[in-house]
């Protein structure tokens, strides 16, 4: 069994009077609005982009010191295409554009059956 220390003892802390300051209660704040619960999904998307911030963290300066390094660094130019290059592709572009031309000119008879029907499948349940 402990004993309390006597205000005399040389152990014993000094206590403050009964209408001291130090002696009243401690006010609370002002309570706040509760706040709603987070969801499950809001959770999961915070902690994912804490996660990967901290990823990143260690790859700052690297980042930045490639980043330094290709700003320096200039790639020249593509060079221009020989003319062979850009007869064939201006053909070429002649040709893609003569396929859709067809394609959109071409109508379909009133009534006439459709190529396809979209129909969602139902997701197969796990065992």
């Known amino acids: 069994m402990r004993t309390r220390p006597s205000p005399s003892s040389p152990g014993a802390a000094a ?18 609005a509760p706040r709603p619960p987070v969801s499950r999904r809001r959770f999961m998307a915070l902690l994912a982009s804490a996660s990967a911030a901290s990823l990143a963290a260690p790859a700052r300066p690297l ?29 070429q572009k002649k040709y893609v554009a003569d396929t859709l031309k067809v394609l959109r000119d071409f109508s379909l008879p009133p009534g006439s059956p459709m190529a396809f029907e979209f129909q969602p499948m139902r997701a197969k349940r796990g065992k």
């Open 15 to 32: 206590q403050p009077a009964e209408g001291s300051p130090e002696r009243r209660p401690k006010e609370r704040p002002a309570a706040r």
């Open 63 to 91: 980042i930045a010191a490639a980043g330094a390094a290709t700003a320096t660094r200039r790639l020249p130019p593509a060079p221009a295409p020989t003319p062979r290059v850009a007869a064939e592709i201006e053909k």
